[in-house]
């Protein structure tokens, strides 16, 4: 299925192309009348540059018939990448193509061999990465080419998004395209030349060349012309650095933007929401849970304003069509990563362990606001998902299910949603059981939407790859399919409920997309948030537990005790073993403040202080390795990679919230639970870094004008004096977990030797509070100010909700 190309699976919409305009327009101020030939508008995703030096090149007719029927059977010549972990760089280990790994082994091979590196950059689900590798890098005659006239590096994104950051970044800035496979030439000190997304073995007109012309193009270029080339690659990164440098960001520490950014955030949202089928673009679609975020959090600060109820609308409406939409599998369960369409019917079908552990703490949060058990059996569907496909068998949570597979044993090409989509005949044979002379078939048929033709229009599948093929995706509701059969609702689920398990075991007959076993310690951080968050609010201890499996996994696998910081991530071995590389990838920005973030909430789910006690140490070291000391915020990478070119800071609250946005929120919490004002003000100068953004377009920070709202209005602290396992504390914890209230911080004080022994020693209110005549009693408290004690439930309930209602000063 052709994805789009614009951007594609960046999801920058229109906040980010004016970002992308901007940096553009700093770029070419910065170049001069030499280079600026080379940066001019470019189409579909590759410079101007690449567009000229095609034209100076050639390559005969035989050539190219050749190269088009030139398989790769290299299964007993692996190159380098063989040595490697991630299961991305190992799809590659058999090309024909002398691959090496982002390291020293390559830069010095460039530079004693005077040769420019080509840099591909993409990830192990990614559908065009598989298309590329199948058209060129499997091919022997455009490896000759590669081997020949390029030092050759291969990079997975998740594993180093530093790379992938950086170049990214000249890629928005020099083209009007962005995307995975990414394609860079750099000269041998890695300064980038030019680039562009996919490639094809043969040109498909447009101005757009084959990989094979590019290939030839750019080494004559670099033989004939390097000095331009150099030149326009200097400048350009020059120009990059000063954006990262300015750009956006405010220079006063002291001033943190006020009220009108989440205002102007809620009315961006709101003009960029589709109102027919939810959600906050045009297709392509994506969940975007960071938008939910924001808009939860605003309507429990607005609940009784037009502005509060929209929020909310805009929320439930959303979640409610994509938990109906194929987006959503009804059979295997989980979200996939976007839809191809604006209804939410046809997914690109991979789905990422980041939107599974999002989309959870989404549903459970409209469940705790609505009360709707709709929202909390789709939180359960996603984490018996991720129990089953997604995780390893000592606690950890792999990376990704890929889109692609063979459609039967012994085919020979992978098709995407092979493993997903059905024909009619196949649902009227399968589901032949029959319930009060209702047959199921006619069901799933109807609720579904299932067509004999199929339910895939051809401007949806446009390599006919879906044709007679049906997504499993209801467009209506529940109620409706119950009025047209005549059967109560409950009935109905339980219909569709046998039929998903006849369904699910068919499909596990058929050949199983790859999954990415690689563990990222970010996404982990996320998805321990929502088992954490889903333990607490629907009262699931096996779901807390699994949070803690998690954490301790890890802990154990990608944590140094002694050194106090984090690796990247860890493999799984052949045979099922947690392997590493021999030299592992330090952490990120995002490995830090993702998995603090999921330790904070672990602590509130489980009361167990050792979580927070870890989640300070991780703080110390993420302050120490990434904050900037001149002008405030958090960069992206450390400075001990000295590989890393750019430095910067992510201002854009995608697919996964950035850093800094998570950062915020981390830092409210910590100095708030543990009195430590320093904390605070980290946060504070954080929010003045990003204000000038955060004023001009809060809608690419949605999670951090989240944080900006908790900021400004001091989060409400509950503390229930009693033993942690005793009714009268339960029933307390009952009340809190029913309330939706975010950035509530949460303590049970057991006593100094109690789980809370750490706050004990950190905050000194807590020796005044103990239970009244032996029932727990609950404290709320708001700015270090506490209202008396109450035992009953009722009367904590009263009191959350007057603390929920006050007004953000």
């Known amino acids: 299925m052709i994805l789009p190309r614009i951007c594609q699976q960046f999801n920058l919409w229109h906040v980010g192309i004016r970002r992308i305009a901007t940096l553009k327009c700093e770029l070419r101020l910065s170049l001069n009348s030499e280079t600026r030939g080379f940066l001019r508008d470019s189409t579909y995703g590759i410079n101007t540059s690449i567009r000229s030096l095609s034209l100076k090149s050639t390559i005969s007719s035989n050539t190219m018939r050749k190269m088009s029927g030139a398989g790769c059977s290299n299964e007993n010549n692996l190159n380098r990448l063989a040595l490697e972990k991630s299961p991305y760089l190992l799809q590659h280990a058999t090309n024909p193509v002398d691959w090496y790994p982002w390291g020293e082994e390559a830069f010095a091979k460039a530079q004693s061999e005077d040769k420019p590196i080509f840099l ?69 000190t890695l300064e980038p030349l030019t680039g562009g997304t996919y490639f094809p073995l043969e040109s498909k007109g447009l101005g757009i060349p084959s990989f094979p012309q590019l290939l ?11 000095k331009a080339l150099v030149s326009s690659g200097k400048f350009s990164l020059k120009a990059l650095e000063d954006h990262a440098k300015k750009g956006l960001l405010s220079a006063d520490k002291s001033q943190v933007a006020g009220e009108d950014c989440w205002h102007k955030c809620a009315l961006q949202l709101s003009r960029s929401y589709e109102a027919d089928f939810g959600g906050f673009s045009m297709a392509p679609k994506f ?100 129990s089953k496909d997604l995780s390893h068998e000592l606690g950890g949570f792999y990376c990704a299910q890929d889109a692609d597979s063979y459609p039967y044993e012994g085919a020979l090409h992978k098709m995407e949603g092979a493993f997903c989509v059905w024909e009619y005949d196949e649902i009227r044979n399968l589901l032949d059981e029959e319930t009060n002379g209702i047959k199921h078939s006619d069901v799933v048929i109807f609720h579904y939407n299932v067509k004999e033709k199929g339910n895939v229009s051809l401007a949806q599948d446009p390599h006919k790859e879906l044709k007679n093929k049906n997504i499993l995706s209801c467009f209506d509701s529940y109620e409706s399919t119950a009025r047209k059969f005549n059967i109560s609702i409950v009935l109905l689920k339980e219909i569709l409920e046998k039929s998903h398990k006849v369904l699910y075991e068919e499909r596990q007959k058929r050949p199983k997309p790859d999954t990415d076993t690689k563990i990222l310690t970010s996404w982990n951080g996320l998805m321990i948030s929502g088992f954490a968050k889903a ?110 070119l750019l430095r910067s800071k992510e201002d854009q609250d995608g697919v996964e919230p950035c850093g800094n946005s998570v950062s915020v929120h981390n830092l409210i919490r910590l100095s708030t639970y543990l009195h430590r004002n320093d904390l605070r003000e980290k946060a504070g100068e954080t929010l003045a870094c990003f204000s000038e953004r955060l004023k001009m377009f809060p809608i690419a920070l949605p999670e951090m004008t989240s944080a900006l709202m908790l900021y400004h209005n001091f989060p409400t602290q ?61 404290y709320v408290c708001r700015n270090f100010t506490c209202s008396l004690p109450v035992t009953e439930p009722a009367e904590l309930a009263t009191s959350l909700d007057d603390a929920s209602n006050k007004k953000i000063a």
Not at 216 to 226: A, L, V, Y
Request: aromatic share 12%; proline share 3%; with cysteine.
């Open 120 to 188: 591909s950059v993409g990830y192990s689900t990614c559908h065009w990465c598989h298309v590329m590798e199948k058209e060129s890098f499997e091919n022997k005659d455009v490896a000759e080419i590669m081997n020949e006239h390029f030092v050759n590096i291969k990079v997975d994104r998740e594993e180093r998004p530093d790379v992938d950051r950086m170049y990214m970044a000249f890629l928005q800035a020099t083209s009007n395209n962005c995307g995975w496979p990414m394609s860079i030439f750099l000269t041998p």
């Open 216 to 226: 030839i193009s750019m080494s004559n270029k670099w033989k004939t012309d390097r």
């Open 287 to 386: 969940p975007q849970p960071t938008n939910f975020n924001f808009l939860f959090h605003l309507y429990d600060k607005e609940k009784d304003t037009e502005r509060g109820l929209q929020c909310l609308e805009m929320c439930l409406h959303t979640l409610k069509k994509m938990a109906y939409g194929g987006i959503h599998d009804h059979v295997n369960e989980g979200f996939a990563r976007y839809s191809v369409d604006e209804r939410w019917h046809v997914p690109h079908f991979e789905k990422m362990l980041y939107d599974q552990a999002q989309l959870t703490v989404s549903y459970c949060d409209a469940y705790v606001v609505t009360k709707d058990e709709f929202f909390a059996d789709v939180a359960k569907d996603i984490l018996s998902y991720v």
């Open 535 to 644: 333990g607490f609010v629907l009262k699931n201890q096996s779901y807390i537990n699994r949070a803690i499996l998690a954490a301790n996994f890890i802990k154990k696998f990608l944590y140094s005790e002694e050194d106090k910081f984090l690796f990247r991530c860890c493999y799984k071995g052949d045979t099922g073993q947690i392997s590493q590389t021999s030299s592992p990838i330090a952490g990120f920005l995002d490995d830090y403040a993702f998995l603090i973030r999921g330790l904070l909430d672990l602590y509130e789910s489980s009361l167990d202080a050792d979580w927070l006690q870890w989640a300070e140490t991780l703080q110390e070291t993420q302050n120490a390795l990434f904050w900037d000391e001149t002008n405030a915020g958090y960069f992206s990478s450390s400075s001990l990679d000295k590989s890393i």
């Open 718 to 778: 509950v503390f229930i004096a009693g033993p942690t396992e005793d009714n009268s504390t339960q029933a307390l914890l009952d009340v809190v977990r029913s309330r939706f209230m975010p950035g509530r911080i949460l303590a049970v004080a057991d006593g100094p030797g109690g789980r809370a022994g750490l706050l004990y020693r950190r905050i000194e209110t807590l020796h005044r509070l103990k239970p009244i005549e032996g029932r727990a009693a609950a």
